[in-house]
C-alpha cells in the first residue's frame, strides 16, 4: 500500500508518501515548504499570504517528490481537511481531489489532529488501546482518549488559548521572533525555572480543562515589572508544563489507558517530554509513552498520510469532486 498524504492547514505546504510493508508502515518521501520566515515579518500567520505561499509551493513539491504523472503505484490519496486556515486549507484539499479525480484513486479526507495522533505510528513498537493523547498544538490543546483506530472522546480542552499560542504570546511580549516555542524553550535554558511564580491556571478544578491566556497576562505584569527576560521564559515554561502533567495525571487517573501519547507541535518541548515520561515512570503505572521523533512534531505530511492509510483501510474515503476545508472540524 502507498499513501500521498498532502498538508496545507498552516504555514507549512507538505507533501509525503508512506508505505506499508509486512504490516509496518515506512516514510518513503517526506517534502515540506515552510513559511516560517515569511510569516515571522507580520508575527503570525495570514490566512491569504499562507495560502499565496502554498500555490507557489506546492506543485515543485510534486515535482519533487517523482510521484509518476499517471498516480501509477499510489493507491490513495490523503488530505488534510480541517481543522485549520480555510484559505490555506483549500489548496492542499483541491490538489487531492484534482488528483484523486484525474488518477481514479481514492480520497481520504484527514482531520489535522487525528494527523498529529498518528505522527507516532511509524516506530516498531506502536500504541495499544486505550490509548490518552494530550495534543498540543499552535491552534489546540487537548486531552482525548483513543478508544481505537477512529475512536475518540474529548475529555478537556483548552477555553481560551491553545499551549502553542501561549508560547507564541508571551515571546511576542518579550520581543521574541515568531514561533516563539523554541525561542523561549531556548531562552529558558538560561534562566531559574522558580524565579517567579506564576499561576498553574485551572489545576485546582476538577475537571480536565485548560485555561493559559490568564498566565499570559500574568508574564505582562511581570515583564512590565522588569522581571529578568529569561527568567520570565524559564518560570512561564514551568507553568505550562506544570499544568499540562498535572491535568494529564489526573485524566491517567480517570481512564486508566495503556498509553499516552503526546503529540502536536508543543510535543518538542523537551521539559514537557522528559518531565511527562518521569512523571509516568515515578508514578509506576505501567503505561508507555509515545511521542514523535523531532521532524515530525511540527506539521508535515507523513502524519497525514499515516492516518490516511488507516482511514484508507477502514473505508473512508471521501467524494473527490464535493470534499471542502472545514476551519473547524473536530475530532469527535
Ligand atoms: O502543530 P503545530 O506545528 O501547528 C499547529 O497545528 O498549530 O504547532 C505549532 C506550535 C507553535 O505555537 C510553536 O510555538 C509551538 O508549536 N512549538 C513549541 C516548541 N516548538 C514548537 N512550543 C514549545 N516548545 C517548543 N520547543
Ligand atoms: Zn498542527
Redesign the pocket.
Known amino acids: 500500500m502507498r499513501i500521498l498524504g498532502i498538508e496545507s492547514?498552516?504555514d507549512e505546504t507538505a507533501l509525503a508518501v508512506v508505505t506499508k510493508r509486512d504490516g509496518r508502515l515506512m516514510v518513503e518521501q517526506n517534502v515540506l515548504a515552510s513559511q516560517v520566515a515569511v510569516h515571522a515579518r507580520t508575527g503570525g500567520v495570514v490566512p491569504e499570504v499562507a495560502a499565496r505561499e502554498h500555490i507557489a509551493h506546492i506543485f515543485p513539491l510534486l515535482e519533487q517528490i517523482g510521484v509518476e504523472r499517471s498516480g501509477a503505484g499510489i493507491d490513495a490519496v490523503a488530505v488534510t481537511c480541517g481543522p485549520g486556515l480555510v484559505p490555506a486549507l483549500r489548496v492542499g484539499v483541491e490538489l487531492g481531489k484534482s488528483l484523486s479525480w484525474t488518477w481514479g484513486k481514492p480520497l481520504v479526507p484527514v482531520n489535522?489532529l487525528e494527523g498529529?495522533i498518528y505522527s507516532v505510528w511509524l516506530a516498531e513498537k506502536t500504541p495499544v488501546f486505550p490509548a490518552l493523547c494530550l495534543l498540543v498544538?499552535?491552534?489546540?490543546t487537548e486531552l482525548v482518549l483513543m478508544r481505537n483506530h477512529g475512536v475518540y472522546e474529548l475529555l478537556g480542552m483548552t477555553r481560551d488559548d491553545a499551549a502553542?499560542?501561549a508560547?507564541?504570546k508571551v515571546a511576542k511580549l518579550l520581543g521574541l521572533p515568531y514561533?516563539?516555542?523554541?525561542e523561549?524553550?531556548r531562552l529558558a535554558l538560561e534562566g531559574d525555572p522558580t524565579a517567579i511564580h506564576f499561576p498553574r491556571p485551572m489545576m485546582d478544578s476538577p475537571n480536565l480543562d485548560f485555561s493559559f491566556s490568564g498566565l499570559k497576562t500574568a508574564v505582562k505584569v511581570a515583564w512590565e515589572g522588569r522581571a529578568e527576560r529569561a527568567e520570565i521564559a524559564a518560570s512561564f515554561q514551568q507553568a505550562v508544563v506544570d499544568t499540562l502533567v498535572g491535568k494529564t495525571l489526573r485524566a491517567v487517573g480517570m481512564t486508566h489507558p495503556k498509553c499516552l501519547i503526546l503529540t502536536?507541535?508543543?510535543s518538542?518541548?523537551?521539559l514537557l517530554r522528559t518531565t511527562l515520561e518521569r512523571a509516568l515512570q515515578q508514578a509506576d503505572m505501567k503505561i508507555s509513552f509515545f511521542a514523535p521523533e523531532l521532524s515530525l512534531?511540527?506539521?508535515n505530511a507523513v502524519m497525514i498520510a499515516l492516518a490516511g492509510a488507516f482511514r484508507f483501510e477502514a473505508g473512508h474515503m471521501t467524494d473527490p469532486l464535493t470534499l471542502v476545508a472545514d476551519a473547524n472540524l473536530r475530532l469527535t
Open positions: 492547514s498552516c489535522h498529529h498544538s499552535g491552534g489546540h502553542g499560542e508560547f507564541d514561533p516563539g516555542g523554541p523561549i524553550a502536536g507541535g508543543v518538542a518541548n523537551r512534531t511540527g506539521d
